[in-house]
């Protein structure tokens, strides 16, 4: 039976830190996860762009000042698409017009470094008491970030899957996309099935005989097992 470590059973709110600083991004979150969020994490927009299509959050958590797209150039990308997640940004910029400049480019608040956890958590609840997720958002069973997988129970509950690294890379493959058919030994293949399996979120290990293994998903059609 896979042991499934429980994170977000009573947390309410469900944040996305997005920050290139490893040491701030980290903190933000064990420090956001010990006052009862779920939290997600991206070093970069990249990353972010690819959890924001798969899941829904109640609120983003976004530096300025990036390598490659800033953050105010990927909020202003954000809004543009129609995402109006309640966004607050960061920056060490100090000076009122570039507060300016965040607002006008689509950020319900903005915050200059350094700052309290306490008050980035009042700023938080504030920006999101009055707002909650569409019920038409979409929830993929299966979420990688932080180096690990998440599936999402029928509640909307992401628990942290347990894999080996084996058992991680050959997941990794075969969800990046959803489909591939990748080529692994048997018993990787049976044990990631196992836990798949367990899980009960209807996806499942499939054999492509003389090719490899494929993830499918419930409304892709099913195949016949080993």
């Known amino acids: 039976m896979i042991v499934l470590k429980i994170m977000a059973f009573f947390m309410n709110k469900t ?46 958590i976004l530096d300025r000042m990036m390598p490659g797209i800033d953050g105010l150039t990927f909020l202003k990308k954000l809004r543009a698409a129609g995402n109006n997640t309640p966004t607050i940004m960061l920056t060490a910029m100090d000076g009122a017009e570039n507060a300016i400049d965040g607002l006008r480019g689509g950020a319900d608040d903005y915050l200059d470094k350094p700052f309290q956890l306490q008050e980035l958590i009042l700023r938080i609840e504030n920006m999101t008491r009055h ?41 990794k493959n075969l969800t990046t996309p959803i489909g591939n058919i990748v080529a692994a030994t048997p018993m990787v293949a049976k044990r990631l099935r196992q836990k798949i399996n367990n899980v009960s979120l209807g996806m499942d290990i499939i054999t492509i005989r003389g090719r490899g293994y494929k993830l499918v998903c419930p409304n892709q059609d099913q195949k016949a097992k080993d």
């Open 15 to 60: 944040l996305l830190i997005i920050d290139d600083d490893d040491n701030l991004r980290k903190t933000l979150a064990r420090g956001l996860r010990a006052a009862d969020f779920y939290v997600l994490t991206a070093p970069d927009t990249d990353m972010a762009e690819q959890i924001l299509g798969r899941i829904s959050v109640d609120a983003i």
């Open 131 to 171: 707002n909650s997720k569409p019920d038409s958002a979409q929830i993929d069973n299966i979420l990688f970030t932080d180096n690990e997988f998440f599936v999402m129970d029928n509640t909307g509950t992401p628990r942290i899957l347990q894999l080996s690294a084996e058992e991680k890379k050959l997941l």
